[in-house]
């Protein structure tokens, strides 16, 4: 039997729509939004080190965390089905290193509007994390942790 693909979206609403149009191959779950980000007291930023974030799990999301990580573990996929901005590219990239997820086990996908044939579309045709959109989101969290 085939391991099923786990679908990470960010809302319970979307997770359950989307968990219908997707059927029994597909397990969709949501990460509630963020789930790490730079410490509250402390900076958070490595000036001395270029800049380098020291991103901790969100305090009250650890059982989120630990429910995705064994789902995602007995995944032949992860697709990163967050919002098609540069929030959600962040928050993909995020759960891809909180997940320890590979390049290969790793798909991002985006629905533009949550319809059975645009979901069926996009997860058939998934792309990397965008790399860019993903630095313009940590380059402004940066600077905010920074300047305050």
């Known amino acids: 039997m085939a391991k099923k693909s786990l679908v990470i979206v960010e809302s319970p609403a979307k997770a359950k729509t989307i968990g219908k149009y997707l059927g029994k191959d597909y397990e969709v779950k949501a990460c509630m939004g963020h789930l790490r980000d730079l410490p509250k007291s ?3 930023v490595d000036v001395d080190h270029d800049f380098e974030p020291n991103y901790k799990p969100i305090k009250g999301k650890e059982d989120i965390i630990k429910d995705l990580e ?3 573990k007995g995944s ?3 697709y ?3 919002d098609p901005d540069r929030e959600g590219e962040a928050i993909s990239w995020h759960l891809k290193e909180l997940l320890k997820l590979s390049d290969e086990k790793a798909r991002r996908v985006t629905f533009n509007e949550i319809t059975k044939k645009v979901v069926g579309e996009s997860i058939a045709a998934p792309r990397d994390i965008d790399q860019n959109l993903v630095d313009a989101k940590q380059a402004r969290r940066l ?5 305050g």
Request: avoid cysteine; charged fraction near 20%.
């Open 42 to 44: 402390v900076m958070g």
């Open 70 to 72: 064994k789902s995602a």
């Open 76 to 78: 032949e996929y992860v």
């Open 80 to 82: 990163l089905a967050t």
């Open 143 to 147: 600077l905010d942790g920074i300047v």
